[in-house]
T-cell receptor, first 114, second 113 residues
């Protein structure tokens, strides 16, 4: 059973546009929600993360929106650039914090067209 | 800082063989987790090592085993390889007490023929 459901599977955006990727979860014990960026042949790299006590977190062009009641969170990439073309994974982790068993979504392949 | 390093980069084995993958965590990190990433899928948690002991295991059979050394480096061993074990194996390290943040290595691509 997929603990974190991610959509869409693939996304094509024009340069300068906004990319939006959505994730949903059921386990209310999840307390940490990171987004990872992965380029071909590389391991996932932490992009931005959020905890349930805030509804939004912004770092540069990347924003996470978090809706605790709906058990959904999303990644917004503003002013998308060709260099952002990669696969993006949402993930979730539950307490206790010393156990790093992350549950990943199935990934979104983002292509930014110049 | 070299970050998380893994070896080898690529590996080809045949069914029934055994394989050992290696990971060196990021400097200052003492916890190592292993993940299996099948093609087109998200990483799946295999297990986590801390203080040289397996602390948590995901839904993987006993054919998957590991070890952590006093210098925090770790090995993943897979016995009796199956075709379905073909995947990218990722090592992630973290610092105990740093809530949730973990850093991934580049992975080892295992192909089972």
């Amino acid at each position: 059973q997929q603990q974190v459901k991610q959509s869409p599977q693939s996304l094509i955006v024009q340069k300068g546009g906004i990319s939006i990727i959505n994730c949903a979860y059921e386990n209310t014990a999840f307390d940490y929600f990171p987004w990872y960026q992965q380029f071909p042949g590389k391991g996932p790299a932490l992009l931005i993360a959020i905890r349930p006590d805030v509804s939004e977190k912004k770092e540069g062009r990347f924003t996470i929106s978090f809706n605790k009641s709906a058990k959904q969170f999303s990644l917004h990439i503003m002013d998308s650039q060709p260099g952002d073309s990669a696969t993006y994974f949402c993930a979730a982790k539950e307490v206790p914090t010393n156990i790093n068993q992350f549950y990943f979504g199935t990934g979104t392949s983002l292509t930014v067209i110049p | 800082d070299a970050g998380v390093t893994q070896s080898p980069t690529h590996l080809i084995k045949t069914r029934g063989q055994q394989v050992t993958l290696r990971c060196s965590p990021k400097s200052g990190h003492d916890t190592v987790s292993w993940y299996q990433q099948a093609l087109g899928q998200g990483p799946q948690f295999i297990f986590q090592y801390y203080e040289e002991e397996e602390r948590q295991r995901g839904n993987f059979p006993d054919r998957f085993s590991g070890h952590q050394y006093p210098n925090y480096s770790s090995e993943l061993n897979v016995n009796a390889l199956l075709l379905g074990d073909s995947a990218l194996y990722l090592c992630a390290s973290s610092e105990k007490g740093r809530k949730g943040e973990q850093f991934f290595g580049p992975g080892t691509r295992l192909t089972v023929l």
